[in-house]
């Protein structure tokens, strides 16, 4: 096992770079998204107050498996 390690070192970095690279893309994507979406509604504008409503009732009622399975197929 130790072996198979150290001759596809540099595929794992890579995986293991490919992967954080992806987590830190992936919260900063969420974060601009949650704060777009909660100053929506915060906001006195009834347009976006409800746009934002309907967004965000609309993932939280879809379960997470679901989501999941729509993304992967």
Known sequence: M???FIDNWQFLLRGAINTMTLSVLSMV????M??????MRLSKN???RHAALIYIEFWRGVPMIV?????YF
């Open 46 to 48: 009834t347009l976006l």
């Open 67 to 71: 989501t999941i399975l729509v993304v």
């Open 29 to 32: 994507i969420a974060l601009i």
């Open 34 to 39: 949650g704060m777009t979406f909660a100053l």
């Open 2 to 4: 130790l072996a198979a």
